[in-house]
């Protein structure tokens, strides 16, 4: 499992002090940042997932929690750990970018292959 900075480093996101994030804007919205992350590190600790994106851990559990009932995340418990896969084929929420997959975008920013489901930490 990689640590919060680990994931930043590995996203690009830099974290919650990154020079983007001291401007107060980024152009992918915190739930893309969430996908990000977890494609990189599927066993996150919501914790760790917080602070690599610079949000509270009640935010990330939100976001998770909205993923997870969209459809884009499922949930599985392991231990006392949750893993996450990630869903690759649903599209893209805003009628802009629609017309593409999830994978697609992942794909670009969290290096993994845009036509399978990630289960990232695993081969």
Known sequence: ????????????????????????????????????????????????LAAAIGITERAAQRIVGELVDAGYLVREKQGRRNRYELNLDLPLRHPLEGHHSVGELLAALAQVPATRPITAGRP
């Open 1 to 48: 499992m990689k640590t919060s900075a680990a994931v930043a480093s590995a996203s690009g996101m830099g974290g919650p002090l990154s020079e983007a994030g001291s401007q107060g804007w980024t152009f992918l919205t915190n739930h893309a940042h969430v996908m990000v992350a977890l494609a990189i590190d599927s066993q996150l600790r919501v914790r760790d």
